[in-house]
């Protein structure tokens, strides 16, 4: 498929804005790998090449595991994820999902366990962004296996 447009030339305040979410998001105090499943689980759901491939790469640069990164799509089936990362994930797909379950209350209470409240409400911008991210790359065609991660291991 062939890139459609350059969103970020068509309408530059459009993808500042977006940009500058991210930049909170980034910054907002959750955990990096956390925020990067996050971002791979709804690039999966959504079917996101662009966004797959980005962010599985910046993840491994991170230092997340091959193993993690792989059964991400099952991770209610495995071992590999804490109870928060479950959590998160749990939340994550409820909410990028929204039209089918509209996030019950029974959700919203366990993922609560876990979570503060601002940590809640920034875990669901992070979902939001993702969300948005994956519908410019999907819409416009971004291509995937481009991206090169600047990220650095986490200590």
């Known amino acids: ?41 709804v690039s999966q759901i959504n079917g996101c090449a662009y966004c797959i491939d980005m962010h599985s ?10 193993q993690r990164l792989y059964e991400l799509n099952a991770w209610r089936e495995t071992p590999f994820y804490t109870a928060r990362e479950r959590a998160a994930l749990l939340w994550t797909e409820e909410l990028t999902l929204i039209s089918q379950g509209h996030a019950p209350d029974a959700v919203y209470e366990e993922v609560r366990q876990y979570f503060s409240e601002e940590e809640l409400v920034n875990l669901t911008l992070a979902i939001v962004a993702i969300n948005g991210w994956n519908r410019l790359a999907i819409g416009f065609r971004s291509q995937p296996g481009i991206y090169q991660s600047t990220k650095k291991p986490l200590s």
């Not at 890139?3 to 068509?10: C, D, G, H, Q």
């Open 57 to 66: 790469k910046d993840a491994r640069a991170m230092g997340e595991s091959e």
């Open 1 to 41: 498929m062939e890139e459609r447009l350059k969103y970020p030339k068509a309408a530059p305040r459009g993808y500042r804005a977006m940009a500058a979410l991210q930049d909170y998001v980034d910054d907002c105090g959750l955990e990096p790998l956390l925020l990067e499943l996050v971002k791979m689980r």
